[in-house]
């Protein structure tokens, strides 16, 4: 009779293995930065509306070329899906027709115009030699949108 196998001299767990959580200190990182006040709120405004108006010349441009338009009532609906997202709702029945190349056209608006919160920054000067460029907060986001819908579409 042969010998059985020789049993393995290290012990096996089926249990899950111990893990150690490693505690990381943040305590020495410098403190947030607050964002600062808007220096001239109403001409960093008209900049960022007046960016919002050269997105849309643009889109109206592609959408004739296509043979179709984005009326007055598709910048609004587009507008009000804005300022819904922005406030942490769901703009997607803002921008829903029963058309799909019209829910396309104000589907591609929306992306664009949301983009513009990641690329419009404005300046504040923290002192003579130091400009610091901030991205835009949600409720300067929603009064250039307001300012945009009261000035009309161009």
Do not use: N, Y
């Not at 607050?34 to 592609?62: Q, Y």
């Amino acid at each position: 009779m042969e010998s059985p196998e020789p049993l393995p001299r290290e012990q096996r767990s089926f249990l899950t293995p111990r893990v150690e959580i490693l505690r990381l200190d943040f305590s020495r990182l410098g403190r947030a930065v607050r964002p600062m006040p808007i220096e001239d709120r109403g001409d960093e405004t008209r900049r960022v509306v007046h960016h919002f108006s050269a997105i849309v010349r643009e889109h109206r441009v592609s959408a004739r070329r296509i043979g179709s338009q984005l009326d007055d009532w598709a910048l609004r609906a587009v507008f009000d899906a804005l300022r819904i997202d922005s406030l942490g709702g769901d703009p997607q029945p803002h921008l829903r027709h029963p058309d799909p190349v019209a829910a396309w056209l104000r589907q591609v608006l929306f992306e664009d115009l949301r983009e513009a919160t990641r690329k419009v920054f404005f300046t504040t000067s923290i002192d003579q030699e130091t400009i610091r460029h901030e991205a835009m907060e949600a409720a300067f986001w929603r009064e250039c949108l307001e300012e945009w819908v009261e000035r009309g579409p161009d």
